[in-house]
């Protein structure tokens, strides 16, 4: 099984500030990495797919990189909307699997 | 596209429960789909996933053999039968589509509640 190690568990940041979040992966899994946002209470939404496409209506602050087994997700500029817990998740080979998820907290 | 997931609730250990996925808004026939498990305040895990035409069905270890995954494209819903069901299978399930690639999930259901208690 594919283990993927997302950090910081927990980013303290204000908004307009920069979020960069990093997801490892135990071996190499190409570009075939998600992202995807859960805020309490709600279902996890995709954010970025195969590491730097942007989902339909996905805002363009929202932007991933990477290949191999090191993978970024950035916030250009945090909006108070995206204060949540950020998942990583790989398919690239069963099972898929999700990283422990990142939380990005208001600081 | 709309995913509305239905069936859960409580369970004694060992019992069994259905859940289904009502699904519109999209050419349900042509996408993958999957069922998706986040227990009380923990991560996501990916419990099943089945192709197009069925082709191709997955199940992860914990679940393989005490769940089954289907799908009636004619009534547009998918379905995740739970047997020998155990404290460990307590979760949120959610239904998801797979629309942009398989292992890909770009929609969700708002989730159901599954308990397994005596």
């Known amino acids: 099984e594919i283990v993927l190690t997302q950090f910081p568990a927990t980013l303290s940041l204000s908004p307009g500030e920069r979020a960069t979040l990093s997801c490892r992966a135990s071996q190499s899994i190409s570009s075939y990495l998600a992202w995807y946002q859960q805020k309490p209470g709600q279902a996890p939404r995709l954010l970025i797919y195969e590491a730097s496409n942007r989902a339909t209506g996905i805002p363009a602050r929202f932007s991933g990189s990477g290949s191999g087994t090191d993978f970024t997700l950035t916030i250009s500029s945090l909006e108070p909307e995206d204060f949540a817990v950020y998942y990583c998740q790989q398919r690239s080979k069963w099972p898929w699997t999700f990283g422990q998820g990142t939380k990005v907290e208001i600081k | 596209v709309y995913l509305v997931e239905s069936g859960g609730g409580l369970v004694k250990p060992g019992g069994s429960l259905r859940l289904s996925c009502a699904a519109s808004g999209f050419t349900f026939s042509t996408y993958s789909m999957n069922w998706v498990r986040q227990a009380p305040g923990k991560g996501l895990e990916w419990v099943s996933s089945i192709s197009s035409r069925s082709e191709y069905i997955y199940y992860i270890d914990s679940v393989r053999g005490r769940f089954t995954i289907s799908r009636d494209d004619a009534r547009h819903s998918l379905y995740l039968q739970m047997n020998s069901l155990r404290a460990g299978d307590t979760a949120v399930y959610y239904c998801?589509?797979?629309?942009?690639?398989?292992?890909?999930?770009?929609?969700w259901g708002q989730g159901i509640p599954v308990t397994v208690s005596s």
């Open positions: 998801a589509t797979s629309g942009y690639s398989h292992g890909i999930a770009d929609n």
